[in-house]
């Protein structure tokens, strides 16, 4: 899996280095915009050279969004000069540029298309011809303008059948971009969702090819949540367990046959102790989200752990020991027969 992406701004980056110091030892890549009129000032050019000059001494690779405004800004004649101006990995050409430039550059470096707005039908010999072609979703900070679910997954199957490799943005949950301060995700419905989960739904369910942080800043517990499913391909899901809790952090399996309503873990039984009594407590109405032990009452399937995905009854055989955070309910639905998982605990 490719290596968390994050967006870096003028306007944050003092506040921002303390988040990315360390994180570019696997040069990750950073989008930097280079035409937000909010941070324009008189020494708006030699402060985005220093701050790309710092990017690139830690061993990030820049991204940066160009349009015409941006020859404007830096007093150069075209736009790939940039990339010497800046030290720029790829340039994101947002707008300003007509086909023929868009293709003499891509054959030249690495380019990034905006996946939001393109037509593959449009850009076959820039695809074909290009040096490395990636297209980029947008980020939308006013709420309610993010993309629906049906739009983003059609058009980045698109993308990627036609060998593109497709990258879209989840919300911060540290630092907030202004003006508006409400995230900066590509889809609406994770605007207010936990980092961690919002990158999980757009690697397994939409089975993009890369996610960026959008905001300037996301919690070291979302980044290590992340980071530790690149790493593993294991499915970190944050808990509070009252019992039990020797399952913490061991690596465990969501039965093959586990049904749509509950994640049955596979190694539970075999983790019970031979004389360990599982007294019936706690045994109500199972919530989604809840997990639960099955009781010396359940006899020989005593011992057994399953998560809750639908809301079941209370069941005096079943006990409730736990519960997967509030902010990471959506997880349940990716959890697959096979899986492999891991309950950690929340940092609440």
């Known amino acids: 899996m490719n290596p968390l992406g994050y967006s870096v701004f003028l306007s944050t980056f003092e506040k921002q280095k303390q988040y990315l110091e360390g994180l570019g030892k696997n040069h990750p890549l950073v989008f930097v915009s280079l035409h937000i009129s909010e941070e324009f000032s008189d020494t708006y050019t030699q402060d985005m050279k220093e701050m790309c000059a710092w990017l690139n001494n830690e061993g990030f690779r820049i991204v940066a969004d160009v349009s015409s405004k941006s020859l404007e800004l830096f007093s150069l004649q075209t736009i790939d000069e940039i990339v010497d101006v800046l030290g720029v990995y790829a340039l994101r050409l947002d707008y300003g540029f007509d086909h023929q430039q868009m293709l003499a550059l891509a054959k030249k470096m690495p380019i990034v298309l905006n996946a939001s707005t393109i037509q593959v039908d449009d850009i076959k010999d820039i695809i074909e011809q290009g040096k490395e072609v990636l297209a980029m979703h947008n980020y939308y900070p006013r709420p309610e303008t993010g993309l629906d679910d049906t739009f983003f997954l059609k058009i980045t199957k698109s993308l990627q059948a036609a060998g593109i490799h497709v990258i879209a943005f989840i919300a911060g949950d540290a630092l907030k971009r202004g003006p508006i301060y409400e995230g900066l995700p590509t889809l609406e419905k994770h605007r207010h969702v936990s980092p961690y989960a919002a990158y999980l739904e757009l690697v397994l369910k939409y089975h993009v090819d890369q996610v960026f942080v959008g905001d300037p800043g996301i919690s070291q517990y979302e980044t290590a949540r992340i980071q530790s499913y690149c790493d593993t391909g294991v499915i970190d899901l944050p808990v509070q367990l009252s019992a039990a809790k020797h399952f913490l952090h061991e690596k465990l399996s969501c039965r093959i046959d586990s049904p749509a309503w509950i994640i049955r873990i596979e190694e539970a039984r075999a983790m019970k102790k031979k004389d360990e009594n599982i007294k019936p407590c ?51 639905e990716l959890i697959q027969g096979g899986t492999k998982l891991r309950f950690v605990e929340e940092d609440i």
């Open 282 to 332: 706690n045994t109500v109405e199972r919530k989604r989200g809840m997990i639960t032990i099955d009781n010396d009452n359940y006899l020989r399937y005593a011992g057994e752990v399953q998560v809750i995905r639908e809301d079941l009854p209370s069941d005096k055989r079943v006990n409730v020991i736990g519960q997967v955070g509030s902010g990471y309910l959506s997880i349940l």
